[in-house]
């Protein structure tokens, strides 16, 4: 049947290449072995070709008998990924067969065609791929279909692709809290290897639960940083239980500038408009770290801190507070006291506006002050790469659903980090909240090794083993952030 784009306003066919040569040639740029090309027609927009193909059926597909009789054909079209930039129809003349055994009736098959759909398998492939940088209007535009079937072919496909990935689980899996396309996305990362490991489209029980549910070997996580939120604490302790919660400090510190802002807030109500616009202005350098202002910024929180005893007071409270993580050789008991004395010099008239603070450190204790104990605690670099990743997803993410960005992520070849599994283990023999072995408490960097005696033996002994095989850790935070800002992606 000829697709009517094909034919002029007065209804004559357009172009049509049916002599040899232009065969061959279309031919060879179907390379679809095994089909004859019987005529090929174009215009500005598209290429229609008509194949056909000459075969007997050796056996019937039902069963599996015969013989089977050519029992004339049907035309269908179906479509193929785009060739000098138009869209490709294939109109295929289908034989049919007639079984001479059971009296049914089969089409030729043709594995570059999609059992399932009118598409052959690479335009299939083309679609997948596509969709990650183009919307599924575009796509549709470009390839001939409609967007609805852009829309559930690619949703097959990626489904399919990120259920081949094999991440590697982390020793130390981060669950985070990010906003992506207007609601609060979990993002699941390897910490150590810095990698993002999915992205789910909420941060429920069930689907923190049911991601946990499908890690494979869940005995490799051995700790899991988090921010404050019991969702993911009840799901992890149940489905990880041997696995150190620790809250990230940058969580926990949050809270006391929060409380000093409301501190700032209440007094305003006092101040003339001009007076309040001031400190508005000025709250950044309340919110700074006293080490961190310059020399007018410290002139101006002293006029503020000078006018308002109660701002002082808090200001000192957030300063002491962010200083618990800055006590060197700390362990959770040293945290733990050091809070609790921090908790008594609270004066009585900013308990109230710390009480957010009190109420979730005494609620999340055990979390809060493991981050002592885990080597190194998570890292700045962890944490920026994190958020520099979020922020250029959530610029170019208007017009994608979270669907395509995960697949976005997740299927970023170029950001892949591939590697061996780093020796060792971050904490060994650890057995959940309780108190950590005492070899946790301290850094164990730089401990002389027991018994390297023999240097040449040892380095003998290092070769005779063989290489680690590579695993792959994920999706680079960092990488796939610079491959998007490259538009590479
Ligand atoms: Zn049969």
Same mark, same amino acid.
């Given at each position: 049947m000829p697709d009517s784009r094909f034919l002029d306003r007065a209804g004559r066919r357009l172009s049509v290449n049916d002599n040899r040569d232009a065969a061959l040639f279309m031919s060879d740029i179907l390379n679809l072995p095994g089909l004859d090309v019987i005529e090929t027609r174009e215009d500005a927009h598209d290429y229609l070709i008509r194949v056909g193909r000459r075969r007997a059926l050796d056996a019937c597909p039902y069963c599996a008998g015969g013989p089977m009789v050519a029992n004339g054909t049907k035309t269908q079209g179906l479509r193929d990924t785009p060739v000098h930039g138009k869209r490709v129809l294939i109109e295929w003349s289908r034989q049919r067969f007639l079984c001479r055994g059971c009296g049914r009736t089969s089409y030729d098959q043709h594995e570059a065609f999609d059992p399932d759909r009118r598409m052959t398998k690479r335009l299939v492939e083309y679609i997948g791929r596509t969709a990650l940088r183009l919307t599924f209007t575009e796509v549709a535009a470009g390839v001939g279909v409609d967007e609805k079937t852009v829309r559930l072919v690619w949703s097959d496909w990626s489904e399919r692709e990120i259920g081949r990935l094999e991440f590697a689980t982390p020793r130390w899996l981060g669950i985070d809290e990010v906003h992506l396309i207007g609601k609060a996305r979990g993002v699941f990362a390897n910490v150590e290897a810095r990698t993002a *490991?999915?992205?789910?489209?909420? %941060?429920?029980?069930?689907?923190?639960?049911? &991601? *946990?549910?499908?890690?494979?070997?869940? $005995?490799?996580? $051995?700790?899991?940083?988090?921010?404050? &939120? #019991?969702?993911?604490?009840?799901? !992890?302790?149940? /489905? /990880?239980? #041997?696995?150190? !919660? !620790?809250?990230? =400090? &940058?969580?926990?510190? =949050?809270? @006391?500038? $929060?409380? /000093? $802002?409301? !501190? %700032? =807030? @209440? *007094? %305003?109500?006092? /101040?003339?408009?001009a007076r309040r616009r001031r400190l508005m202005h000025d709250r950044f350098v309340l919110l700074t770290r006293r080490r961190d202002l310059r020399m007018d910024q410290q002139i101006v929180l002293e006029a503020w801190t000078n006018e308002f005893p109660l701002l002082k007071a808090a200001y000192e409270a957030k300063e002491d507070f962010f200083g618990i993580w800055e006590i060197p050789s700390m362990t959770s008991g040293d945290a733990r006291e050091a809070y609790r004395s921090w908790a008594e010099r609270l004066p009585a008239e900013l308990r109230p506006g710390f009480g957010a603070l009190t109420t979730a450190v005494g609620n999340w204790s055990a979390p809060i002050w493991a981050y002592f104990d885990v080597p190194g605690g998570p890292t700045n670099a962890y944490v920026e790469a994190l958020n520099g990743l979020v922020k250029v997803l959530n610029r170019m993410g208007r017009g994608y659903s979270i669907e395509v960005l995960r697949a976005k992520v997740l299927l970023a070849h170029g950001a892949s980090k591939i590697g061996p599994m780093p020796k060792g283990k971050l904490l060994r023999d650890w057995q959940g909240d309780l108190t950590p072995p005492a070899f946790l408490r301290r850094p164990a960097l730089e401990r002389p090794l027991k018994g390297a005696g023999n240097t040449v033996e040892f380095i003998t002994t290092l070769k005779a083993l063989p290489p680690a095989p590579d695993v792959h850790f994920g999706i680079d935070l960092s990488t796939l952030a610079r491959l998007i800002e490259e538009d590479a992606i």
């Open positions: *490991l999915d992205i789910t489209a909420d %941060r429920s029980q069930k689907t923190v639960a049911t &991601w *946990l549910t499908k890690l494979p070997a869940k $005995e490799t996580v $051995e700790i899991v940083t988090m921010d404050m &939120w #019991r969702p993911y604490y009840d799901a !992890v302790r149940a /489905l /990880l239980p #041997r696995a150190v !919660v !620790v809250i990230d =400090k &940058w969580h926990v510190q =949050k809270m @006391a500038n $929060e409380a /000093l $802002e409301g !501190v %700032r =807030k @209440a *007094l %305003r109500a006092d /101040l003339p408009p």
